[in-house]
T-cell receptor, first 112, second 111 residues
Framework: DSGVTQTPKHLITATGQRVTLRCSPR?????VYWYQQSLDQGLQFLIQ???????AKGNILERFSAQQFPDLHSELNLSSLELGDSALYFC???????????FGQGTRLTVV | DAKTTQPNSMESNEEEPVHLPCNHS???????IHWYRQLPSQGPEYVIH???SNVNNRMASLAIAEDRKSSTLILHRATLRDAAVYYC????????????FGQGTRLTINP
């Protein structure tokens, strides 16, 4: 158990819908990262937050947004969902931006 | 971002040492070398990291070339549970410090 909690574990939704994925980092970790892992692609870095502020951005689509709240949990919002958005979404956290990161078990999103 | 190059796949036998190579010829002086692995159906897991000197922990050893343009992750005695995709990642010591994964090396362990 990494200490990072992601909910829900599985999510099935229709095209065009909007979903919110939630991540609770390890206690004391200030940095949160989001990743997307599709079958045909590796782990794609989406976005990083540090203590509530956006720190780095990767290949995150405009239909996707994220935020980190004062209690340090984070949410990834995916809107206007397409079939191609079906993937595993991982959240990770670390104490600071440079220390080892701990990953959650992921949320498997299926868009039908 | 500085790139890393790893073999797509490697195979080894149980209870034998495994040496996983990584080339990072464009590494900068402030880049740390991190290794993560991803077991089937799980999130990635931190293995080890280093800057210039070789590092050891309970999971593995990291050997860093003197010019820092390459490194090797060493699993001293592989078990079937070590079968995973291993990622070598460069990470800035300061600044954005984002953690960007490449394709990694898929390690197969034969019983």
């Amino acid at each position: 158990d990494s200490g990072v909690t992601q909910t829900p574990k599985h999510l099935i939704t229709a095209t065009g819908q909007r979903v919110t994925l939630r991540c609770s980092p390890r206690s004391g970790d200030l940095s949160v990262y989001w990743y997307q892992q599709s079958l045909d692609q590796g782990l794609q870095f989406l976005i990083q937050y540090y203590n509530g502020e956006e720190r780095a951005k990767g290949n995150i689509l405009e239909r996707f947004s994220a935020q980190q709240f004062p209690d340090l949990h984070s949410e990834l919002n995916l809107s206007s969902l397409e079939l191609g958005d079906s993937a595993l979404y991982f959240c990770a956290s670390s104490v600071t931006g440079g220390t080892e990161a701990f990953f959650g078990q992921g949320t498997r999103l299926t868009v039908v | 971002d500085a790139k890393t190059t790893q073999p797509n796949s490697m195979e080894s036998n149980e209870e034998e040492p495994v040496h996983l190579p990584c080339n990072h010829s464009t590494i900068s002086g402030t880049d740390y070398i991190h290794w993560y692995r991803q077991l089937p159906s799980q999130g990635p897991e931190y293995v080890i990291h280093g800057l210039t000197s070789n590092v050891n922990n309970r999971m593995a050893s990291l050997a860093i070339a003197e010019d820092r343009k390459s490194s090797t992750l060493i699993l001293h005695r592989a078990t079937l549970r070590d079968a995973a995709v291993y990622y070598c990642i460069l990470r800035r010591a300061q600044g954005a410090q984002k953690l960007v994964f490449g394709q990694g090396t898929r390690l197969t362990i034969n019983p």
